[in-house]
């Protein structure tokens, strides 16, 4: 790739090196677990993973495996904690989870992270989708990352939402509401205008997630294929923010706050009618139901139809760092993980999509109905969501341009305190302070 590595990086990358070397802990004292040689493994995911019952499940298959985990609520946070335990040279689990949308930076850093070819990889590698295991290898050719699930999208809506506006409310039905295999984002605005002058209502929950979609969608996002910014000058992103800022002007978003959403009420009271569903999206909606005391009543299903054709939002690893004192374990247990048959085990505890061909292949016969989303056969619609992604390739500062350049000009235009070339302008100046000039 072309970019360079950042100062902070480089700084990352240095202390972990020094603590590496001073430490000597990259090795397992050549000793396998045993129930007369017991070790803890510790593992540290974020968001909804759906792994508390795969952890019993491998303790009880290893004796002397003992697993301490750690679920950080978000993967914003996840990425803070990472990286400040890079930058220190310690404090990473010997199983760390890695999102899709800071991997870029990761690979910056790739060299403190366990080679897993080291470990069988490439006995495993068919296992998965081949961009998938792709996104998990550095330039280098060492792979730092098992797939875990991906994020292809389909729309969630509220079929007790559409029939009082009356909308049709069958999944097929809504599919071909919003054009089918021709589903676009203007059609998908187009609806919400009709749905806000039916009820006075807002059509999605809040502009950011909308966002991230119509960028993933893009042949190249907010890095071009070899590595170059790809934002200011960029006539197609800049019309797609145009698009959504006079959507969101004519009153579709509910201004609501990301993960949060009034801890759940909002998906239960009506707030808004649409939401946009990567796979793992489904796994959130499920836990803010919950809060709200909402259920399989609340109205939410989901349809095969996404505005603008297919995509991929999110998606994890499981990484080995080379600060774990038992890499040899650690290993094993991420390559358990995220083994077929326990990636169906994990779509079913966490309502997200595997990235591994058995277990994709899985879902789709078994199509179980998914109860909260009206019994949708959410594995088979997202099988079908996925036909056709392709990864868009992240760069290093990818994350921070979603959330700390264009959400925060995007929460302006929900407020109603900007207009598009007011809050553009502000998302260039945020580029230019946090990212370009950094």
């Not at 870029?104 to 080679?115: A, K, L, Y």
């Not at 392709?390 to 959400?407: C, H, M, R, T, Y």
Request: aromatic share 10%.
């Amino acid at each position: 790739m072309k970019f360079a590595r950042r100062k902070t990086a480089a700084a990352i990358a240095g202390a972990a090196a020094l603590a590496l070397l001073a430490s000597g802990c990259s090795s397992d004292s050549g000793q396998t677990a045993s129930a007369d040689n017991p070790l803890e493994l510790t593992v540290t995911t974020f968001g909804t993973f759906g792994y508390n019952d795969l952890y019993g499940e491998y303790e009880k298959a290893n004796p002397g495996i003992k697993i301490k985990a750690t679920n950080i609520d978000r993967g914003s946070n996840a990425r803070t904690d990472a990286f400040t335990k890079l930058a220190a040279g310690s404090g990473l689990s010997d199983v760390t989870a890695l999102e899709e949308g800071w991997l870029g930076s990761i690979m910056e850093v790739s060299d403190q992270f366990v080679d897993l070819n080291d470990h069988g990889a490439a006995d495993i590698k068919d296992n998965w989708v081949d961009w998938k295991f792709e996104q998990g290898t550095d330039p280098d050719g060492r792979v730092i990352g098992y797939g875990t699930d991906i994020g292809p999208q389909g729309l969630c809506y509220n079929g007790k939402l559409f029939e009082a506006a009356g909308l049709p409310s069958d999944r097929a039905a809504v599919a071909e509401l919003f054009g089918g295999e021709n589903a676009s984002w203007e059609k998908y605005f187009e609806l919400g205008k009709q749905y806000k002058a039916a009820t006075g209502k807002a059509w999605y929950d809040q502009s950011g997630f909308v966002w991230n979609s119509m960028v993933n969608q893009m042949e190249e996002g907010y890095y071009t294929k070899d590595g170059e910014l790809n934002v200011d000058g960029n006539a197609e992103m800049k019309a797609k923010f145009e698009m959504l800022a006079d959507g969101t002007g004519a009153g579709l978003s509910a201004n609501q706050t990301q993960f949060d959403w009034g801890n759940g009420k909002a998906f239960t009271d009506g707030s808004f009618a649409t939401f946009v569903c990567p796979g793992w999206m489904l796994g959130t909606i499920k836990g803010q139901l919950e809060s709200a005391g909402g259920g399989a009543d609340s109205g939410w299903d989901f349809a095969d139809v996404f505005p603008g054709g297919a995509s991929n939002w999110g998606g994890a690893f499981l990484s080995v760092p080379k600060t774990s004192k038992h890499p040899e374990e650690a290993a094993k247990l991420a390559a358990w993980l995220t083994a077929p048959e326990q990636q169906v085990k994990q779509s079913a505890a966490a309502n997200n999509f595997p990235s591994t061909l058995k277990a994709q292949e899985k879902l789709v016969q078994d199509a179980t109905p998914n109860e909260l989303f009206n019994n949708a056969p959410t594995g088979v619609i997202l099988a079908n969501r996925a036909k056709g992604v392709v990864a868009q390739f992240k760069g290093p500062d990818d994350s921070v341009i979603q959330e700390n350049v264009f959400l925060p000009a995007l929460k302006m235009l929900d407020a109603g305190t900007s207009n598009a070339d007011a809050a553009w302008k502000e998302a260039l100046t945020l580029l230019n302070d946090l990212v370009v000039n950094n």
